[in-house]
């Protein structure tokens, strides 16, 4: 059973490039986050999305940024004319449909490194 | 979900126990304590999560106090490839309820 795939796993992007980075969930899992961590910060969450539906973006700059989870195939992280400053790790995690209690939670990929040069 | 604090780092001896404190003194009756790191340059990986038992597996320990107000996790046998940032996280078990880091403990086995 694959675990969450992202790729890919270095991005190089010059400024005012478009940077699209994939997340394909585990199997069975219809929930999918993002979370960016810049270099030498924590975890922030960034977006929440389930099956073609965005349930919670309260973590995603305001502009040039945007997620989607189509029906079919992986999730989408968007960034348009990148800046230096959108540099940085980011994470896609997956989570099942049912809770319930002994669930693990969360499960991780490896993550993107954007670097724009 | 309720607000943790954790020391920032601690170092480790190679081989012995790591015990890694967590305070979560308004945590709720429906939340769980999860625990999670993230070595160098990876994803965050599970490590244990519990409610008011103790729990082990066979990566650590987990002891909640009874008042479920603090929590210790326990890497019994430390090694090096335990160096990383270790997270206490308390959330509700709820589908889609996202997990919120802090800054963690950033540890450190040396040997």
């Known amino acids: 059973n694959a675990g969450v795939m992202q790729n890919p796993r270095h991005l190089v992007r010059r400024r005012g490039q478009e940077a699209r980075l994939r997340c394909s969930p585990m199997?069975?899992?219809?929930?999918v986050y993002w979370y960016r961590q810049l270099p030498e910060e924590g975890l922030k969450f960034m977006v929440y999305?389930?099956?073609?539906?965005?349930?919670?973006e309260s973590g995603m700059p305001k502009e040039r940024f945007s997620a989607e989870f189509p029906k079919e195939g992986p999730s989408i992280l968007r960034i348009q004319q990148v800046v230096r400053g959108d540099s940085a790790a980011y994470f896609c995690?997956?989570?099942?449909?049912?809770?319930?209690?002994?669930?693990?939670?969360?499960?991780f990929g490896s993550g993107t490194r954007l670097t724009v040069v | 979900d309720a607000k943790t604090t954790q020391p920032p780092s601690m170092d480790c001896a190679e081989g012995r126990a790591a015990n890694l404190p967590c305070n979560h003194s308004?945590?709720?009756?429906?939340?769980?304590v999860y625990w999670y790191r993230q070595i160098h340059s990876q994803g965050p990986q599970y490590i244990i999560h519990?409610?008011?038992n103790n729990e082990t597996n066979e990566m650590a320990s987990l002891i909640i106090t009874e008042d479920r107000k603090s929590s210790t996790l326990i890497l019994p046998h430390a090694t090096l490839r335990d160096t990383a940032v270790y997270y206490c996280?308390?959330?509700?078990?709820?589908?889609?309820?996202?997990?919120?880091f802090g800054g963690g403990t950033r540890v450190l086995v040396k040997p």
């Open positions: 519990g409610l008011k």
């Open positions: 308004t945590i709720s009756g429906n939340e769980y």
């Open positions: 995690a997956s989570s099942p449909d049912q809770a319930g209690q002994g669930n693990y939670g969360y499960t």
């Open positions: 996280i308390v959330r509700v078990v709820a589908a889609g309820n996202k997990l919120t």
């Open positions: 199997k069975g899992h219809s929930h």
């Open positions: 999305l389930q099956k073609e539906n965005i349930i919670d």
